[in-house]
């Protein structure tokens, strides 16, 4: 069956330092990943989206990696900041899945000043 | 622009009853989802519809039933509450292209007492 896996393990780093979150998925191929961040009683809001035809993304601080041959993705935010502080949470899709978009279960991410 | 409204925004309900969550879109997206968040788990797809007048089951269909009569509305009812089925639940609608972009609502906490 289709598996996606975050680190559960909260990510603690230093104001200014780079945050480095991790996705993998198995029995997956998908066409594109996107990744979202959810605030502690919100619900999940849309960051990044990357096809698999390519190999990085970057909007602001952020940057997305994809690698279609390892079946990862790797999320940096770079001179993070206290108010990056979240869950953020991959979801790899297929081209014509629309029916079923799938959620990892997320790494909470704590950024200290 | 209100994007995804979903009511109520909590509630305490007893064992046994029925129970209604409101979801409604205003953003005339086609596809809409039904999740259920449990801590440790993650986001879990319950029940989903591609379009007014369809609907299909997602992981955790059981004890959950969901009706499209239009494209706004998306109402999940549990028909007889137990309380497994604590939770938060968020709803969700899909842009369609784009690489499917979800929109989610802020939540229903769910407690079944």
């Known amino acids: 069956s289709q598996k996606i896996e975050q680190n559960s393990e909260a990510l603690n780093i230093q104001e200014g330092k780079t945050a480095t979150l991790t996705c993998n998925y198995t029995n997956y191929s998908p066409a594109y990943l996107q990744w979202y961040r959810q605030d502690p009683g919100r619900g999940p809001v849309f960051l990044l989206l990357i096809r698999e035809n390519e190999k990085e993304k970057r909007k602001e601080r952020l940057k997305v990696t994809f690698d279609t041959t390892l079946k990862q993705s790797l999320f940096h935010i770079t001179a993070s900041q206290p108010a990056d502080s979240a869950t953020y949470l991959c979801a790899p899709a297929a081209r014509y899945n629309t029916d079923k978009l799938i959620f990892g279960t997320g790494t909470r991410l704590q950024v200290f000043p | 622009i209100a994007g995804i409204t979903q009511a109520p925004t909590s509630q305490i309900l007893a064992a046994g009853r029925r129970m209604t969550l409101r979801c409604t879109q205003d953003m005339r997206h086609n596809a809409m989802y039904w999740y259920r968040q449990d801590l440790g788990l993650g986001l879990r797809l319950i029940h989903y519809s591609n379009t007014a007048g369809t609907t299909g089951k997602g992981e955790v269909p059981d004890g959950y039933s969901v009706s499209r009569a239009n494209t706004d509305d998306f109402p999940l009812t549990l028909a007889s509450a137990v309380p497994s089925q604590t939770s938060v639940y968020f709803c969700?609608?899909?842009?369609?292209?784009?690489?499917?972009?979800?929109?989610f609502g802020e939540g229903s906490w769910l407690t079944v007492v």
């Open positions: 969700a609608s899909m842009r369609p292209l784009s690489g499917n972009t979800i929109y």
